[in-house]
């Protein structure tokens, strides 16, 4: 079983916010894939199936984002899965401009939230992640009103290809391995774009 998470917080009011990307990422992959988050298990929502001969379990942790370790490691201990080669994280990422998407065996949190949880209670870094990039909110704007907005018209148009870009690394991790993957996926990192986030909104960051 290779066991593929998005990270996000559930609810619809949450939906559509960057900080929910992981979420849109591995929805996409489900649909492309014909895969039904018809499974509940470890506080999160699953879709499991064939996907080119190998077993995939998709999950979105309904922990709400900080907590997000606590369901990865329930599932990892349900599925009996070694992390370092079986597990994948995607999830949003400030530090990367809009539009970039980078593929890591390993490595910190950056500082995000769910990803600190996960690897506290895994105690351990070596796990593959999918860091999407999101970019730096606008000059005067706070992280947590960025985190929580939803994509604006600009970035909206952009999605749909950066989605079916995500989906792709994820097959790759899976026929090739996270190695070889990381040589086709990681590339030179597009500019910010300038016309992100148009509206702030006034939720708090979990």
Known sequence: MFLIVGLGNPGE???NNRHNVGFQCVAEFARRHNLSFDGKRSDARIAEGLVNGQRVALARPQTF???SGKSVVGLVNWYKIDPASELLVVYDDLDLPFGTI?????GSSGGQRG???IIQLLGTQKFARLRFGIGRPPEGWEVIHFVLGNWNAAERETLPKLYDRAVEACELCLSDGV???MNAVNGEAPKQNKDQA?????????
């Open 13 to 15: 009011k949450y939906l």
């Open 102 to 106: 980078k593929l890591r065996n390993q």
């Open 179 to 181: 190695t070889k993957a």
């Open 198 to 206: 148009k509206e702030p909104a006034n939720e708090q960051p979990r």
């Open 65 to 67: 984002m900080n907590d």
């Open 115 to 117: 990803m600190n949880s």
